[in-house]
């Protein structure tokens, strides 16, 4: 049993799907595999005022990507289990602090290889040609990408965004993004590191929202963080990371020895 002192233990082994919140701002499609002509569109007339508003984020944001010198920025959403529907997934969204800041994700079209993380995808260079596999782990340790089915395509025109809905596992990608320009191309496999729960470094901006660990005063951040610390150093919770899990933030608070 881990003794975790005075300090609040609100992280825990995702072993569970959170409870999700019913609703959502757009009808979900019955197609598992999303395509660019079959993609989820808001059911909602947006206002002049909104619309604009909706450009200007996303244009700020691949500026952005682009000052960066990256063509593609990505952001973790959050978990969202692996037996969620679109329209879970979608509200899930929409009740995130990313629809405040990306209001235009909101109605992003979905994209779903299967897996329990939702990510956001921007592409900021539109030169580029953006195609959506699945991806699995050989032997080897290396990635064999099924390019013979094409979950989604980009191909400079249409929406440049989307909601990826991927990884069923936690210690490997299953998915891969591949980008092409002319003579330049690479891949992209997105997936949380099992340390420090953030994206691993890869070829793309990482526009996710982390919690500011290094505020000043007594935060719940603050605490999160020592927590986090303090289960990463047990022996019984780097055994169950070996084993393909992660340590996530649930949002849960409880209090120890009037500690919250």
């Known amino acids: 049993m881990l003794k975790y002192n005075k300090y609040i233990m609100t992280l825990l082994m995702v072993l569970i799907m959170p409870a999700l919140v019913s609703g959502c701002v757009a009808k979900p499609s019955e197609d598992s595999n999303l395509t660019e002509d079959k993609t989820t569109a808001t059911t909602t007339e947006a206002t002049t005022e909104a619309s604009v508003q909706k450009d200007t984020d996303l244009s700020k944001l691949q500026n952005t990507i682009l000052d960066n010198k990256e063509s593609v920025g990505i952001a973790y959403i959050g978990y969202v289990g692996y037996e969620a529907d679109?329209?879970?997934?979608?509200?899930?969204?929409?009740?995130?602090?990313?629809?405040?800041?990306?209001?235009?994700?909101?109605?992003?079209?979905?994209?779903?290889?299967?897996?329990?993380e939702l990510y956001a995808v921007v592409i900021a260079d539109t030169k580029y040609s953006v195609s959506v596999y699945r991806a699995e782990i050989t032997d080897n340790g290396e990635y064999s990408v099924n390019t013979d089915n094409t979950l989604y395509n980009y191909n400079g025109n249409g929406i440049d965004y989307f909601l990826l809905r991927c990884n069923e596992s936690e210690i490997h990608s299953n998915v891969s993004l591949s980008l092409k320009k002319g003579n330049d191309s690479f891949s992209v496999f997105p997936m949380l590191s099992g340390m420090d729960g953030q994206l691993v470094d890869g070829n793309y901006y990482d526009f996710s929202i982390y919690s500011d660990y290094g505020g000043s005063g007594e935060s719940e951040d603050k605490n999160v963080a020592i927590a986090r610390e303090i289960l990463l150093e047990s022996q019984e919770v780097q055994y169950y990371i070996s084993m393909g899990m992660s340590v996530q933030y649930t949002d849960q608070i409880d209090e120890i020895e009037g500690r919250p």
Request: proline fraction near 3%; glycine fraction near 10%.
């Open 86 to 116: 679109e329209e879970e997934i979608l509200n899930f969204v929409k009740d995130s602090q990313y629809a405040d800041k990306y209001d235009f994700l909101c109605g992003a079209p979905l994209v779903n290889v299967g897996g329990a």
